[in-house]
T-cell receptor, first 114, second 111 residues
Framework: GAGVSQSPSNKVTEKGKDVELRCDPI?????LYWYRQSLGQGLEFLIY????????KSGLPSDRFSAERTGGSVSTLTIQRTQQEDSAVYLC????????????FGEGSRLTVL | GDSVTQMEGPVTLSEEAFLTINCTYT??????LFWYVQYPGEGLQLLLK?????DKGSNKGFEATYRKETTSFHLEKGSVQVSDSAVYFC??????????FGTGTRLQVFP
């Protein structure tokens, strides 16, 4: 499709396991963002990419979280040694360029850590 | 740092009622302001925006005016419909390249 695609849509994992979440942005969009939406919370910024580089990683909650983007397209968010507090919906968004504020969001990956 | 504060929900209204969802912001410089909407089971989507003071953003009958003097960007609609039931997020784009969101306000409209 033409929109932002995220996979998996749902992931249940055991505490301590590693998980990878994938984002396919809209073709041609140079900026890509990861946010986290927890129950009763707003959208928490995690990281953004301009091309393949990440100028702002300030939102990553701990060193268990990492993200990469390759070919200026697909991005992967990796959470190592998951904890229960990592349970949330992880949202990816892309934009034709950074700093426009006009983001196109995917439907999210719901992560549940047991 | 930059931040957005919006009224807590849920906001519960009858169809055709007037809607206001309050949003205020703190930012250095001159941010752009946005309202995003998340319908049940769907991803967030941009509803409207305003890029400078006194600008009015509008879409689908919703309006919001960028008020620099009160640092506000309240969302309004004259007559809500059941289909407007969703979560509404106020957001700003300021001195950094990231979009900063409020906590969201759930709107429930009953027939």
């Amino acid at each position: 499709g033409a929109g932002v695609s995220q996979s998996p849509s749902n992931k249940v994992t055991e505490k301590g396991k590693d998980v990878e979440l994938r984002c396919d942005p809209i073709s041609g969009h140079t900026a890509l963002y990861w946010y986290r939406q927890s129950l009763g919370q707003g959208l928490e910024f995690l990281i953004y990419f301009q091309g393949n580089s990440a100028p702002d990683k300030s939102g990553l909650p701990s060193d268990r979280f990492s993200a990469e983007r390759t070919g200026g397209s697909v991005s992967t968010l990796t959470i190592q040694r998951t904890q229960q507090e990592d349970s949330a919906v992880y949202l990816c968004a892309s934009s034709p360029q950074a700093n426009t504020g006009e983001l196109f969001f995917g439907e999210g990956s719901r992560l549940t850590v047991l | 740092g930059d931040s957005v504060t919006q009224m807590e929900g849920p906001v519960t209204l009858s169809e055709e009622a007037f809607l206001t969802i309050n949003c205020t912001y703190t930012a250095t410089g001159y941010p752009s302001l946005f309202w995003y909407v998340q319908y049940p089971g769907e991803g967030l989507q941009l509803l409207l925006k305003a890029t400078k003071a006194d600008d009015k953003g509008s879409n689908k009958g919703f309006e919001a005016t960028y008020r620099k003097e009160t640092t506000s960007f309240h969302l309004e609609k004259g007559s809500v419909q059941v289909s407007d039931s969703a979560v509404y997020f106020c957001a700003l784009s300021g001195s950094t390249d990231k979009l900063i969101f409020g906590t969201g306000t759930r709107l429930q409209v009953f027939p």
